[in-house]
């Protein structure tokens, strides 16, 4: 009975953390209580842990991306501010022990699919603290309430993928009001990437739930048609999703041909790609240090201190061609495990989906600074579990039957 109330205390504030991702991490001052609660989890988890007197788990993802930080701590020998690296060594260090007791606690189907399920509840909740926080009457990005309006667009379509595995494989329809809600919040958050990771997202999953026969290959290209053409009639025919996101599409297109745009920040983001993958040639080896293409940046005429807006080119120039190739080998690890998974287990969707998160993620890379991340840090941590965790679930099924 205490084992049982225990991992029932862990789950309640498991799913306390994953909701404060959503609704602190993004708000100055209000972090430290998500914080402050990843301490309590990781506290009950060890504690549990000891009391079990489990095996501990360290798999190869956790091994790699140890070897990440080391580099990154590294950096801080000839880094151009030795003290931004501390600073990020620290917040890296505080996602590993998050990562480690993650997966140390996730042993079990009903606990894996806890998580996904506490993903698609706090997504639903901010979805819902952003709507009735929001002014209608102004055309304005929504979100800001809870802080950066794309990493919140990011993180609810990673809620909506969630919730759309729970609707295709356990047909929980009860959540299709769910997804209808934070589908209209992702848009109004006005986020050209996160729309794309929620596209590719669910074209990935459905084609590799299609992918082995003609019959099924022709329902993944019709079902392809329909994803487009509802989103392109969303985005560009309802006015306030035009208004919002629709003239930023066409923006972006009008930027990759070569015409005049008005919103200076494609051109901006552009010019930090140029001058960072300058700056890394400069320095291909080492970089100049984690987090210091701030420093660089601000150094120019026309800069300030800020990151660099694409996940490769921040790596590689602060922790140069090796860091790079470290952090995103543990994404070929997890993907590598996943794919094998998917083959030999009834639970194959909840593999395609992890796999078309990561690879979304991937993807879009050049467009965002994730390597950091909590919600995709942790995302990647469990996915590096799923295929030991369903093989034992397929296991317990066949010694019942």
Known sequence: MKKISLNGLINFILFLYILSLYLLTYREGLNNIGNAVA?????????????????????????????????CATSVFYALDQGIVITKVKTLILIFLTMLSLVNYINTFDKLRNVVIYFVYSGFIAS?????????YQITRFGSELGNVNAMGMIIGISAVFC???????????????LLIMIPTILLTGSRKALLFICMSVIIILFLRNRNSIKNKIKFIFATIIIVMISY?????????????????????????????NERS???RFYMTKVGFEMFMD???????????????????????????????????GTGIFGVLIYYLTHIIVLKDLFRASKRNMYKTLCFTF????VSYIILAPTLVYYYGKHFSFLLAIASVVGRV???ADEKVKTNQ
């Open 39 to 71: 301490f309590l989890l990781i506290t009950i988890i060890w504690l549990n842990f000891l009391l079990t007197k489990k095996r501990l788990v360290f798999n190869k993802f956790l091994l790699i991306y140890l070897l990440f930080i080391a580099i």
């Open 390 to 392: 369903l093989g034992q």
């Open 283 to 317: 320095r291909p080896l080492t970089g100049y240090g984690i987090d210091n293409y701030r420093v660089l940046y601000g150094m120019l005429p026309e800069g300030i201190e800020t990151y660099a807006h694409n996940n490769y080119i921040e790596l590689m120039v």
């Open 266 to 268: 494609l051109g901006t």
């Open 164 to 178: 759309l595995y729970l609707i295709l494989t356990e047909k929980k329809y009860l959540y299709l009001p769910f």
């Open 233 to 261: 009639f969303l985005v560009f025919n309802v006015p306030l999703f035009y208004e919002i996101i629709g003239a930023r599409m066409e923006n972006i297109v009008s930027f990759v041909s070569g015409e005049p745009v």
């Open 128 to 136: 819902i603290y952003i709507i009735i926080n929001s002014d209608f």
């Open 355 to 358: 796999i078309a998160i990561i």
